[in-house]
């Protein structure tokens, strides 16, 4: 699933072909329909035909399309989706859900292998700030926030950092990953954490977010970025997907338990409390 590194990066790599860019038609393809979370085809054909996307933004695993009129249409990749540029007279590309075309006849794809990914629009500048916590890499996202939070949470950190009303952006991938360099066993409940642990969690979740940000992510399964090629961030991860491995620190061997339903990597050795 692209996490905040991934998202951030398809950004990233949208910004200099659809900024300024006039929408003047959109397509579905064969398997959209769970694109839509509240509407239809109709409706997102009137509401950005005719509009230009005045910047893109990202807040944890969403992408922020801004628009001349002020509103916002809104992409969530969930597991599988990404983002292509291709010619407006281009074939359908493998696995294209949805495309939008502009008047300098580029078009931007939205390809989707697992068909999870979702759109909306919203006039609320809000919206996500409703349902989600700070973004994992922003000033808000602070020691004290994070001690609030988990002083009033009932569970492991590990489930803590996926809960996004907590940590948005943050995943599967850079949960374990900040735990480790933290040296923080993930099943360790949140209230037993000191306020020094905490500030540690903290730092540590921004370090190795930024890391993978200047890795272009990372491609455990189908990440692609824009241009379609895979990150490289796969290849400098301390514990996840690193089972029986030395750890980087001890060399203990990486051990992998479940946590809520997901697969947890972390060192018994330097992860003990």
């Known amino acids: 699933m692209p996490e905040l590194p991934e998202v951030e990066t398809i950004v990233r790599d949208l910004k200099p072909s ?49 628009l001349s009129n002020f509103s916002n249409f809104i992409v969530h990749l969930r597991m599988t989706g990404s983002f292509a540029i291709v010619p407006t007279n281009a ?25 999870f990914a979702t759109m909306e629009i919203s006039n609320d500048s809000n919206f996500l700030l409703a349902k989600l916590g700070p973004d994992a890499i922003s000033r808000e996202f602070n020691t004290n926030f994070l001690q609030r939070k988990f002083i009033k949470r009932n569970s492991s950190v590990k489930s803590a950092l996926l809960d996004q009303k907590i940590a948005a952006g943050v995943g599967n991938i850079y949960a374990d990953e900040a735990c480790w360099a933290a040296s923080i066993n993930p099943l360790t409940h949140t209230s037993l954490l000191s306020l020094n642990q905490i500030e540690l969690l903290c730092k540590s979740i921004k370090l190795v977010l930024r890391e993978s940000i200047s890795n272009r992510g990372t491609t455990i399964n189908n990440y692609k970025d824009v241009l379609g090629n895979s990150g490289y961030h796969q290849t400098r991860v301390a514990v996840y997907g690193r089972i029986n491995k030395p750890c980087l620190k001890c060399k203990t061997k990486i051990r992998k338990i479940k946590v809520i339903g997901r697969a947890t990597y972390f060192c018994p050795k330097c992860q003990k409390n």
Do not use: P, W
Request: proline share 0%; with cysteine; hydrophobic share 40%.
């Open 91 to 115: 074939e359908a590309v493998a696995y294209e859900k949805f495309r939008i075309n502009f008047r300098t006849n580029l078009s931007m794809s939205l390809i989707d292998i697992r068909k």
């Open 18 to 66: 659809v900024i300024d860019q006039e929408i003047t038609s959109v397509e579905t393809f064969i398997g959209s329909e769970r694109l839509f979370l509240k509407n239809n085809l109709i409706f997102f054909h009137e509401h950005l035909t005719g509009q230009t996307i005045r910047n893109i933004n990202r807040h944890g695993k969403y992408i922020i399309f801004c």
